[in-house]
Structures are given as structure tokens and as C-alpha cells.
Nanobody, 123 residues
């Protein structure tokens, strides 16, 4: 079993910044891929970004390129999502997920998910 705990969400004005964290615990692997997804009210969940445990590769959704940065701390089994210049359309519940085999490019399905953290951007 693997547990993922997200934190760092909140309410911010447009143009502001937030940093999300996702800490993995339990039986993680040495080669995992971790990803961030988001789901806005009434919309499908969408992929945001992913990173391998080695940190050697990242993959960003076009709509957040240049504004969001994914990074990781392999020693802490933690992944971060730095979100700058936030826009109202970024409002969503943000989830992290882990693929234990560390597949790349990022796979469509993941082994475990976090509970989500709410990000609300006011205009």
C-alpha cells in the first residue's frame, strides 16, 4: 500500500502563487512516476504535469506551461507543483498520483491517488 497526502491548496487572487506538495509513504518503488491532475467543477479530470523519481524528465500540460513547475525530492518521496501567475480557470481540486513502475511517457492510469487539495483563484 502507498499513501499520498497533498497539501498547499487554498484561496488566492489572480496573479498569485501557490505551491502544492504531495508526500508518498508506504511501499513506494525506486523508479516511480508521480503526476498532478486537476478537476474543475463540472469538468473531466485533466492531466497537469508528471515527473520521474530521478527528476530527469517532466511533462507539462500546454495551458500551464511557463506558469507551473513540477519538481521532486526523491529523498522525501515528495513532489511539488509550483503554480505562478494563477488564473481563475486554474480553480480546481488538484490530485497527485503515483505509477510505481515509473513508466514514461506518463501513463494514462496510476496505481494510487491522493485525496486532493482545493485551489481557488479569485478574479
Amino acid at each position: 500500500q502507498v499513501q499520498l497526502v497533498e497539501s498547499g491548496g487554498g484561496l488566492v487572487q489572480a496573479g498569485g502563487s501557490l505551491r502544492l506538495s504531495c508526500a508518498a509513504s508506504g511501499r513506494t518503488s525506486s523508479t516511480y512516476t508521480m503526476a498532478w491532475f486537476r478537476q474543475a467543477p463540472g469538468k473531466e479530470r485533466e492531466f497537469v504535469a508528471a515527473i520521474k523519481r530521478s527528476g530527469g524528465s517532466t511533462y507539462d500540460l500546454d495551458s500551464v506551461k511557463g506558469r507551473f513547475t513540477i519538481s521532486g525530492d526523491s529523498a522525501k518521496n515528495t513532489v511539488y507543483l509550483q503554480m505562478d501567475n494563477l488564473k481563475p480557470e486554474d480553480t480546481a481540486v488538484y490530485y497527485c498520483a503515483i505509477d510505481l513502475p515509473g513508466r514514461w511517457p506518463p501513463p494514462p492510469a496510476y496505481d494510487y491517488w491522493g485525496q486532493g487539495t482545493q485551489v481557488t483563484v479569485s478574479s
